[in-house]
Nanobody, 118 residues
Protein backbone atom coordinates (compact mmCIF):
# COMPACT_ATOMS: atom_id res chain seq x y z
CA UNK A 1 0.00 0.00 0.00
CA UNK A 2 1.28 3.43 -0.95
CA UNK A 3 0.37 6.61 0.88
CA UNK A 4 0.70 10.01 -0.76
CA UNK A 5 0.82 13.29 1.14
CA UNK A 6 0.72 16.62 -0.71
CA UNK A 7 1.99 19.93 0.58
CA UNK A 8 2.85 23.38 -0.70
CA UNK A 9 -0.53 24.76 -1.65
CA UNK A 10 -1.68 28.23 -0.68
CA UNK A 11 -2.83 31.64 -1.82
CA UNK A 12 -0.80 33.47 -4.45
CA UNK A 13 -1.35 36.46 -6.71
CA UNK A 14 -1.68 36.02 -10.46
CA UNK A 15 1.76 35.76 -12.03
CA UNK A 16 3.23 34.21 -8.92
CA UNK A 17 4.70 30.76 -8.29
CA UNK A 18 4.15 27.81 -6.02
CA UNK A 19 5.85 24.45 -5.69
CA UNK A 20 3.76 21.46 -4.68
CA UNK A 21 5.36 18.40 -3.15
CA UNK A 22 4.03 14.87 -2.83
CA UNK A 23 5.76 12.53 -0.40
CA UNK A 24 5.19 8.84 -1.02
CA UNK A 25 5.67 5.83 1.20
CA UNK A 26 6.95 2.53 -0.11
CA UNK A 27 10.09 1.41 -1.87
CA UNK A 28 8.25 0.75 -5.15
CA UNK A 29 7.73 4.48 -5.70
CA UNK A 30 10.64 4.71 -8.08
CA UNK A 31 8.86 2.36 -10.50
CA UNK A 32 5.55 4.22 -10.47
CA UNK A 33 4.27 6.74 -12.94
CA UNK A 34 3.34 9.77 -10.85
CA UNK A 35 0.83 12.42 -11.76
CA UNK A 36 -0.80 15.63 -10.67
CA UNK A 37 -4.50 16.27 -11.18
CA UNK A 38 -6.71 19.17 -10.15
CA UNK A 39 -10.36 19.82 -9.49
CA UNK A 40 -11.88 23.28 -9.55
CA UNK A 41 -15.23 24.04 -7.89
CA UNK A 42 -18.10 22.71 -9.97
CA UNK A 43 -15.78 20.98 -12.43
CA UNK A 44 -14.55 17.47 -12.96
CA UNK A 45 -11.07 16.43 -11.93
CA UNK A 46 -8.59 16.93 -14.76
CA UNK A 47 -5.11 15.77 -15.62
CA UNK A 48 -2.32 18.32 -15.14
CA UNK A 49 1.00 16.52 -15.58
CA UNK A 50 2.69 13.15 -15.19
CA UNK A 51 6.16 11.69 -15.07
CA UNK A 52 7.09 8.10 -15.82
CA UNK A 53 9.61 6.05 -13.89
CA UNK A 54 12.06 6.85 -16.67
CA UNK A 55 11.47 10.57 -16.29
CA UNK A 56 9.33 11.14 -19.38
CA UNK A 57 6.91 13.97 -18.76
CA UNK A 58 3.47 14.87 -20.10
CA UNK A 59 1.46 18.05 -19.60
CA UNK A 60 -2.05 19.29 -20.16
CA UNK A 61 -1.97 21.94 -22.86
CA UNK A 62 -2.97 24.89 -20.66
CA UNK A 63 -0.01 24.38 -18.30
CA UNK A 64 2.72 23.67 -20.86
CA UNK A 65 5.57 26.12 -20.46
CA UNK A 66 4.36 27.20 -17.01
CA UNK A 67 4.36 24.03 -14.90
CA UNK A 68 7.17 21.52 -14.45
CA UNK A 69 6.82 18.08 -12.92
CA UNK A 70 9.87 16.36 -11.47
CA UNK A 71 10.72 13.54 -9.10
CA UNK A 72 13.42 12.68 -6.60
CA UNK A 73 13.40 8.92 -6.14
CA UNK A 74 15.93 9.11 -3.31
CA UNK A 75 13.40 11.18 -1.36
CA UNK A 76 10.30 9.35 -2.63
CA UNK A 77 8.92 12.72 -3.66
CA UNK A 78 7.37 14.22 -6.77
CA UNK A 79 7.12 17.96 -7.33
CA UNK A 80 5.02 20.33 -9.38
CA UNK A 81 6.64 23.71 -9.94
CA UNK A 82 3.94 26.16 -11.02
CA UNK A 83 4.98 29.50 -12.50
CA UNK A 84 3.00 32.34 -14.08
CA UNK A 85 -0.07 31.24 -12.19
CA UNK A 86 -3.47 32.35 -13.40
CA UNK A 87 -6.80 32.60 -11.57
CA UNK A 88 -8.06 29.69 -13.66
CA UNK A 89 -5.38 27.49 -12.04
CA UNK A 90 -7.33 27.74 -8.78
CA UNK A 91 -8.24 24.21 -7.71
CA UNK A 92 -7.53 21.41 -5.30
CA UNK A 93 -4.43 19.65 -6.59
CA UNK A 94 -4.06 15.91 -6.13
CA UNK A 95 -1.01 13.71 -6.39
CA UNK A 96 -1.56 10.24 -7.82
CA UNK A 97 0.49 7.10 -8.32
CA UNK A 98 0.19 4.55 -11.11
CA UNK A 99 1.92 1.28 -10.23
CA UNK A 100 1.84 0.25 -13.88
CA UNK A 101 -0.46 -2.72 -13.34
CA UNK A 102 -2.73 -1.61 -16.16
CA UNK A 103 -5.34 -0.10 -13.84
CA UNK A 104 -4.11 3.47 -14.07
CA UNK A 105 -3.69 5.77 -11.09
CA UNK A 106 -4.55 3.59 -8.10
CA UNK A 107 -3.21 5.75 -5.30
CA UNK A 108 -4.31 9.27 -4.44
CA UNK A 109 -3.36 11.92 -1.93
CA UNK A 110 -5.80 14.02 0.06
CA UNK A 111 -5.27 17.13 -2.05
CA UNK A 112 -3.89 20.59 -1.43
CA UNK A 113 -5.69 23.84 -2.19
CA UNK A 114 -4.17 26.32 -4.63
CA UNK A 115 -5.87 29.70 -4.91
CA UNK A 116 -4.70 32.32 -7.40
CA UNK A 117 -6.08 35.82 -6.90
CA UNK A 118 -6.50 38.25 -9.76
Amino acid sequence: QVQLVESGGGLVEAGGSLRLSCAASGRAFRFYTMGWFRQAPGKEREFVASITWKGITYYEDSVKGRFTISRDNAKNTVYLQMNSLKPEDTAVYYCAGDPRTGRGFDYWGQGTQVTVSS
